[in-house]
């Protein structure tokens, strides 16, 4: 069976974001290497040594991968795509948007919506998209 998993870029916040997502998620980060703990550090600028090559957390069933941005090149930002996150209570759904709508943009505020009993969209203090749902609503 397919699984899909995300992978985000940051422009020198991975290890930061990775810790962020962990805490705020529930998540446990089963990796983080940086540049310079890789078998190839000798072969990148030693301006990457810090940046992370890749991180992982495990959220039980699904993952969350990233690494950071090589250095010297123009980063992207995050476009184009949200990070989807479903609760199964108002409550919780609210918590997780709250802490990550700290230092970010809130692109929709969390409201009832004819799909959820609360959905609210975000981006993060590190520029990830978020959208966050309740439970579906009582019929």
Partial sequence: MLQLDGYLLFDGTCAEAMRFYEKTLGGKIEAMMKHSESPMAGKVPSA???????ARINFGNRVLMASDWMV??????????SLALGYQ???????????????GNVTMPMQKTFWAETFGMV??????????????PKR
């Fill in 48 to 54: 990457m040594d810090e940046r992370i090559l890749h």
């Fill in 72 to 81: 010297g090149q123009p980063y992207p930002g995050m476009h184009g795509f």
């Fill in 89 to 103: 209570t108002v409550d919780e759904a609210e918590r997780v948007f709250k802490q990550l709508a700290e230092g």
């Fill in 123 to 136: 981006v993060d203090r590190f520029g990830t998209p978020w959208m966050v749902s309740g439970p579906e």
